[in-house]
């Protein structure tokens, strides 16, 4: 090696060097998420100048692999598209944990036209390294070139495979924190959110709604005869009911608008934001049809039949604060219940001077 080539190799060195010092740093100052993986975003394209690329995550529930990151031309037709673990390079990689380096895709059996279909990007060479932290391989960062782009080598193979131990480690560590989170916001039994943290959404979307001069609705519903589900069929059963009907209303929400919670007992609640009384009462009536077409404890080899009666309040034509707004909702579910149950009320004006009904806080 002549001496200006030694002379760029080491600069080269110093370089990655300082940028991984640089982003071991910057990956654990936060444990946000999104912000972990905006940094990774930003150290991809500073180190390896990659013209596509992206990073492809296992989804916990559903165990499938998406794009939470996709750079470049034909990137948006990626972001909703799914794959199983083993199908194409990045999933091979992600199965096996180990990383690839392919410089013709044309000649690789694993590869996966289909992506290229959707984006419309004709992929040459392919560069996909594991993301492992705990010995568990949470996705895959894959770097693609086109024809008319020199091919990856076994340098970019070992930057890449750097980032993604430093990322790797920092998504495990932000999504455990996360858990940790949730776990103080959420009823355990039903996977719903729970009172406390409805009491603490309805302060901010009250303030927020008053402020922009936006609806805001409450829906309160307690289920019809719980008792007799408990009593005939025990308590077991009796929770695997609470929980089923979590995943009834959590399925017939409006994704990032509405929140389901359990208030406690058999009663929950639906908030629904930028939501007039008008359109909660619509979707109020939408919960009570899906209950009464619902057969619950199938899993469980039962055939259970459930009714819910709902109350609808909306601020600001009911209520001036969260507290008032959980009351009248509360109120106009009993009044549904008074009405002969299986249906709904909407709340009347009121003057704040009712106490609230004592309901146990963290159930």
Not at 58 to 83: C, H, M, P
Not at 97 to 124: I, K, M, N, Q, Y
Not at 282 to 287: K, L
Request: proline share 4%.
């Amino acid at each position: 090696m002549n001496p200006a080539d030694l002379l760029s190799a080491m600069k080269r060195t110093v370089e990655q060097l300082a940028a991984f010092n640089e982003m071991a740093k910057a990956l654990t100052s936060t444990l946000e998420l999104r912000e972990v993986l905006t940094l990774v975003m930003q150290k991809v394209s500073a180190l390896l100048r990659p013209r596509n690329w992206s990073l492809i995550l296992q989804d916990e529930r559903s165990g499938k692999l998406y794009f939470e990151i996709a750079v470049g031309e034909g990137a948006e037709a990626l972001k909703g598209l799914q794959l199983n673990p083993g199908e194409g390079i990045a999933g091979a990689v992600f199965a096996s944990g180990t990383a690839r380096l392919v410089h013709d895709v044309g000649g690789d059996p694993s590869f996966a036209p289909r992506f290229d279909e959707a984006s419309a990007f004709h992929t040459r060479s392919l560069l996909a390294v594991p993301l492992v932290a705990r010995e568990r391989v949470l996705g895959v960062i894959e770097l693609v070139n086109g024809p008319t782009e020199p091919t990856f080598t076994p340098e970019d193979l070992t930057t890449l495979t750097a980032i993604a131990d430093y990322a790797a480690i920092a998504i495990e560590n932000a999504r455990n924190f996360r858990r940790v989170q949730e776990l103080t916001i959420t009823d355990e039994h039903t996977g719903c959110f729970n009172a406390r943290h409805l009491r603490a959404q309805l302060e901010q979307e009250v303030k927020r709604s008053a402020r922009f001069r936006h609806p805001l609705s409450l829906v309160f519903l307690d289920l019809d005869h719980f008792k007799s589900i408990n009593d005939r069929h025990g308590h077991l059963v009796g929770s695997a009911t609470l929980k089923e009907v979590g995943d009834v209303l959590i399925g017939l929400g409006r994704h990032n608008l509405d929140a389901v919670f359990r208030y406690g007992g058999d009663e929950f609640a639906v908030m629904l934001i930028e939501t007039d009384t008008a359109g909660a009462q619509v979707i109020a009536q939408r919960i009570c049809e899906a209950f009464r077409g619902h057969r619950f404890l199938r899993e469980q080899g039962l055939d259970v039949s459930l009714t819910a009666s709902v109350g609808v309040a909306s601020f600001p034509d009911h209520a001036t604060s969260a507290t008032d707004l959980i009351r009248a909702a509360d109120f106009a579910m009993y009044a549904a219940k008074g009405q002969g149950r299986d249906g709904i009320a909407v709340a009347e004006r009121t003057t704040g001077e009712e106490a609230p009904r004592e309901v146990p806080f963290a159930r």
